[in-house]
Every structure is written in structure tokens, then in C-alpha cells.
């Protein structure tokens, strides 16, 4: 057992020395040479990182200028300091006399395959690029997109969350918003109430449409211009049909709505006009026994 203890001890010093004798004529050889490039290498690290910082520094300040969304903004300058940190590590270690060709290559082809396995994801940050740039909906809008409707609340590269009336988050890809109809309903500042009020063949048409251009002008929230409809749009099976056509604002669309339609119900209560409703008549038949 010594004796293998001892041959193990004599080859370690033995591939020690080897070693020790290889830095000796390496240091003696190219010792300087190593020593110039070691150096130059990490001037070029220190150069190149100051000189990144001021190149995200500028590109920063030139997109704030030139308003660009800070979202987007953020991000491009986040690609940018990679893009030129990755630049200055191959100078270095091309300075150290490392052959970069074939790292450059390996890298490409490393950027090649993520590309392909986050195909969905790179389609969804160009969609979101695109949603920052054209602004179809800001934060706040409420808007129908991707299959559901919400007001928006932030719009990231990847997904845009929107919050639902009841209070839920949906949370929709980019590349899903972008690929549909997007409907937004805060992009304008007036809206247009569409009401159909249908009242019986048997009531007086002329009151009925005096009461709804009275419940029309007796709201102040309604815009005078453009100027209300109430027209006679349609005789139905069962009713005539008028619609109901003011302008509100925006913010008050849904209220406005709501209280004019109370109000027409309570008015067609008090005055006796009837809302036409689908009914059956059944005739019973008694045969004698």
C-alpha cells in the first residue's frame, strides 16, 4: 500500500514539474508579449464599458426627446447595452489572441435556435412593438380585443392585461390583439346611444313620439350637436318600432343608457302606452263523450 501511496506521489511531482517547466518557457518565450495583450485587453474591457454606458446614455436622451414610449424605449436600450457588452467581451478576448470567428459563429448559431424555440414569443414582442408604436388603445382605454373587452391597463412587449367590468384580469397575448379587430371605445370623446322602443299598433303614434323626444330633452347630459333622433325605424310584426339615437360623452355613455331607458319604461307606465310582448293564444276543445 506504501508503495503505491509512494509511485502515485513521485507521478504527481514528476507531471508537477512538467507543468511548472512549460509556465518557465512560456514566461520566457511569450511571457512580454502575454503581458502587453493582458493589458491591452483590459483597457479595451474598461474603454468599452465606459463607452457602452455613454451610448445607452445618448440613445436614452434621443428617445426621450423624440417621445418614444417609455416601455419600448426601455427595452430597446436594454438590447442595445447587451448588444454592445457582448461586442466589447470578443475584443477583448480577441486582444488576448482568442480566435473569435468560431465563438461569433457558435453564438449565431446558439441565437439561430432560441429564435426558433421562441418563435411564438418573438412574434408576440414584434405584435407589442407595433401596439406601442401605432398606438391603436393607451392605458385607461376601454377597448375589445383578442376576444374579450376590458380598460387596459399596462401594455408590455409580450401581453397586454386588460381588467374586465367585474373586476377580473386577462392577460392577452400581443400577436392575438394585434392579429384581430381591435374596438375602441375611449378613443372618441362623444358616443352614440342606439335605443329601439317599440310600442303597440293601438297607441297614439304622435304622443309616443312626443314623450321620447321629451325624455330625450329633459337630460342634460345629452349633447345638443349633434342633434338627437327619435324616427319611426321600422313596423314590426307586433309593434312599431322607433329608435333612439342621442350623443353623450364617452364617460357617460353607460349611465345615460341606463336612465333613459328607466325613464321610458316608468313614462310608457304612467301613460298608458304598451310594450308589445310575444303571446299565444290557446283554444281548448271539449269533445262530447
Known sequence: MNDVILLLAIDWNIDFQEIIDEVKTFAAQRGLDFLVNL???IAVYIVGKWATRLIVRLL????????????????????????LFVLVILMALNRLGVDTTSLAAILGAAGIAIGIALQGSLSNFAAGVMLILFKPF???DFVEAAGTSGTV??????NTLLRTGDNKQVIAPNGGVISGNIINFSAKPTRRIDLVIGC????DLRAVK???EEVVRSDDRILPEPEPVVAVSALGASSVDFVVR???RTS?????????TEQIKLGFDERGFNFPFPSRDVYVHNEAA
Open 39 to 41: 493589458v491591452a485587453a
Open 60 to 83: 436614452n436622451s434621443i428617445m426621450k426627446r423624440s417621445k418614444v414610449d417609455e416601455t419600448l424605449a426601455k427595452f430597446l436600450s436594454d438590447i442595445a447595452q447587451t448588444l
Open 252 to 260: 357617460d355613455y353607460w349611465i345615460v343608457m341606463w336612465a333613459l
Open 210 to 212: 312626443a314623450f321620447l
Open 138 to 140: 393607451r392605458v385607461g
Open 246 to 248: 342621442p350623443w353623450v
Open 200 to 203: 303597440s299598433y293601438g297607441d
Open 153 to 158: 391597463e399596462q401594455i408590455t412587449i409580450f
